[in-house]
DNA sequence: ATCTCGTCAATTGTTAACAATCAACCATTC
DNA sequence: GAATGGTTGATTGTTAACAATTGACGAGAT
């Protein structure tokens, strides 16, 4: 009885856990809209569940930065603020140029090998398949890079940023410049990883991180003084 | 009735936040040691409070790293491993190179002057102070120039890799070095930020931070060797 | 007309009882 | 003697009822 190699375990994952789950997906897809209010009783039906368990669950997401909580008075989903995009995108910078240090010092085949596959869905989603498939490619590709690392806190980290600015993608429909861009920047991004050039790694990925950036926070000027 | 400038409210805070205080204070006091089993029950009968509030803040904790939450199994306090002292120092390192390029990049006088405010309680806590005093006004120091980078975000993430961090401190009696050397770094830590140099800061911020983590990570591996 | 103040509905904060789960222990079996 | 399986006590997970707080609304005074 040894041949067993991955054999997962049944899902048993406690409801607040469960909840947080949903309601993190329905934010992030859009279907809960930024800033919307939360209100413990109407989520506890909704969920079938009791309200302490629902707000176990929204104390999750206000951990992650999804959820605000205003004592007395209710639970927000977050809205985007220009200095929220600015702090947000400065913090990925500097997360990923760290990321991309780390992993182009101790990179090896295997890791090469899941860089490169995440690179190929990126290519592959940029020739055919839709806008919302180039993002969860290009945020995939982030988050294996990312991984690699073998830094739990960089990873945690990283993945609640990452949420927080998705959240934007999401709600506003700044999605994708012209794709082949897209699939360009993130060959010349992976280049120096591959490579094992940790100097050039973490100037690609911190440069790369502040264009993003920069675009996400002219979106935001341009809607913040809308016609 | 326009002359009052500063009065505190009456300290309206919800029970499970007084709680998590309580307990945060305890814990990077090193009242409560790393690795401490805590049951809500136990929690819960000395602050005489419910098990559901005391939940509440246990929650808060495991939010801020200082708690690892194990289903149905217990609560334990942070126990840092060599790992995870890589991990802290490695992001501290990245988040101060950001707060000194910010700060560096913005300071005005006002700012100088909390700067060099703090620098003196360092200064003087060197001369005169315990060491206890002397880590205090270091992380004084630290927390007031990120503080000065206006990036609310940093501040809270700043704060939490310095709290585990600190818990090691705490646990631990890897207290100072040469007081005059800690008061040189710094020193030379806050003159290219005071100059505005953002260049120079950052790479200062960055070394400091660098040399900070091998010196904990030295000592935790001294330690994980025992006699 | 506007300002003040009390009232009230809605919502979160807190508690205590009940259910599910785990970990250690011990008898039992092979 | 080691592995198995059940039992039990301790602990967390979940629920529903009760308390405290907030914000809006409107009556009444100025």
Request: hydrophobic content about 30%.
């Given at each position: 009885m040894s041949g067993i190699t991955s054999l997962e375990p049944?899902?048993?994952?406690?409801l607040d856990r469960a909840a947080a789950d949903s309601l993190r997906r329905a934010i992030l897809s859009g279907l809960i809209a930024p800033g919307a209010r939360l209100t413990e009783a109407k989520l506890a039906e909704q969920f079938m569940l009791s309200r302490g368990t629902v707000r176990a669950a929204l104390h999750r997401l206000v951990a992650e930065g999804l959820v605000i909580q205003r004592p007395y008075s209710g639970w927000d989903v977050l809205t985007l603020t220009v200095q929220d995009a600015w702090e947000l995108s400065t913090l990925r910078s500097s997360l990923e140029a760290l990321a991309g240090r780390l992993v182009a010092q101790s990179i090896d085949d295997a890791g090469r090998a899941i860089v490169m596959s995440a690179y190929d869905h990126l290519a592959q989603a940029a020739e055919e398949g839709g806008e919302v498939d180039l993002v969860e490619a290009d945020m995939a590709l982030h988050q294996a890079i990312v991984g690699l690392s073998g830094h739990r806190r960089l990873r945690e980290q990283y993945g609640l940023i990452a949420n927080q600015l998705r959240l934007y993608i999401a709600s506003s429909?700044?999605?994708?410049?012209t794709t082949e861009a897209v699939r360009d920047r993130h060959h010349s991004l992976i280049a120096p990883l591959l490579a094992g050039d940790a100097d050039a790694a973490e100037a690609a990925f911190r440069a790369h991180a502040v264009r993003s950036g920069e675009e996400i926070i002219a979106h935001l000027e341009r809607a913040a003084i809308p016609g």
């Open positions: 049944p899902k048993r994952q406690s429909n700044m999605l994708a410049k």
